[in-house]
């Protein structure tokens, strides 16, 4: 999945303490920079991957999904595609800095993975796949052309095993393009052409040539079930790129290229008919348990070809982010490109039956400039994508680019003032051949980019391996550190304490200087999810306090130790190994 995930939707307390959990000292610039560069080890050869999505733990690993051709290698697991290219799934940890397990899933044709979902240690992955694809020792087969796919895997630590499959399509191209989870419950969107596309024992009418879809399936453990399907579209060429899901309320956004599209009740006209003209949209679902359906549905864009490649939900917040041309109106805000595609990123009100446009930014240069994927922590919105332009402007940021005729990755933060927006800095990585980021994340205080690269794209003091200017992209992901967040979060802090060993295994000494007037500690371990792991309230001596942590029986992991003392409170980082 290529959006934060519900803990950061439902309030804010423990999503701010985790902001400052997964670096060290805060750092000093306003421009974040790159603090590390992963990436897989590729055979000589035509061998070449990508990164798609990205996803966390409670213990912090981090679940990298995307596609391959050739030869591949994640750590000690090395994956060779049966033929075209193959998805891959990985799992990095963050307490070794080593990919874990890596599995392969494919068939002789082009297959590949879009989204990733981790609840526990249930990992859920979506994409498309033609012909015969094996998932484990599981097989599906496409009804005709290309079938999308949903699958779990179960994270057994060392190793990662599947536990089922599910296909939806019909004759035609269809794709699984994103995926979200609330519980049990996933969320799938895409696109289907063809006259129909089955979803288990449910089927979609195509009206057109190719029509969006969302779908409901419920993991029952060893196996699943869709539970509903709807579609969107008209006579044209439409679909979802992305979803978020808050509670009962699901949100997707995608493109229409119809003259009118239908979503549920509400019909969405586009600016400008025929051709290669699209609009982006977005468009709020209530799940009804049994049934789904629409309930708004807004438009963005205008003359030229627009689309809306990534959603994301805070509260009442809906935030979405894509690329436009031209002229294109967001509600009462019209954007104005600087030359080909500029990027946009908006925001809508949820106001239950209905939703509007609150804000839109534009950001980008004179040649092609889009944004990927877009992630929310409180009032942090952040966008990732690729830029072709010379120079680009994000705001007051200007970022320039190291290739000639080619993209370049590019990371930015917008702060949301409410009815407005700020861009606070934007961040480049790439070289002279084409660099993309199709993945972003929040893992602690990180953000986690992912996408693809060619070398030697430099990622600040990092650069992707291989010789220059080779042909083949190499799936990457890479981090780095909001200092904004890592100050706003270390002015709340007042107490000062250490612990030894870090990194612990079954336990790690706590020490805290004699704080006169305060009789008692209250001291809290929290995962990387900024849920409380373990508590418990200590007495104060006078001559200052060491108290020891038990830490047994805990997955290996990133930990925050936070101490709350009277009104003081402090958090450290705490690696369990």
Known sequence: MKHLSSLLRGGLPAALLILMWLAGPAARAQVPAWQSLITPSQAAGYNGSGTSATATDASGNVFVVGSFTGTVSFGTTT?????GSDAFVAKWSPTTSTFVWAQRIGGPNLDGAGAVAVAGTSVYVAGDF??????????????????????????????????????AG????DRATDLARTGADLYVVGSFSGTDASFGTRTLLNSGGADAFVAKLTDLGTASTFVWAQRAGGTGVDGAWAVAASGTNVYLAGYF???????????LSIGSPGGNNYDGFVAKLMDQGATGSFVWAQAAGGTGR????????NGANVYVAGYFAGAASFGSTTLTSAGGYDTFVAKLTDAGPTGGYAWAQ???GTGDDQAQALVVAGTAVYIAGGFYSPTATFGPNTLTNAGVVASDVFVARLTDAGPTSTFAWAQQAGGTSGDNATALWVS?????????????????????PGPSGSPESTSFLASLTDPTLTAT???QSSLSFALAPNPARTAATLTLPALPGTATATLTLRDALGRAVRTETVALPLAGLRHELDLSGLPAGIYAVQVQAGKATATRRLVVE
Request: net charge neutral.
């Open 489 to 491: 979060t270390a002015a």
């Open 444 to 464: 602690g205080q990180q953000l986690l980019v992912g996408g693809s690269a060619r070398p030697l794209a430099s990622f600040g003091s990092f650069a992707i």
């Open 130 to 167: 033609s012909s015969t694809a094996s998932f484990g020792g599981q097989a599906l087969t496409s009804a005709g052309g290309t079938d999308a796919y949903v699958a779990k895997l179960t994270d057994l630590g060392a190793t990662g095993t599947f536990v089922w499959a599910q296909r």
């Open 257 to 267: 290229n119809s003259a009118s599209a239908s979503f549920g009740s509400t019909q």
């Open 362 to 364: 534009r950001a980008g």
């Open 79 to 83: 994956l060779t595609s049966a033929g």
């Open 170 to 173: 019909g004759f035609s191209d």
């Open 306 to 313: 627009d689309e809306a490649r990534a959603v994301a939900v």
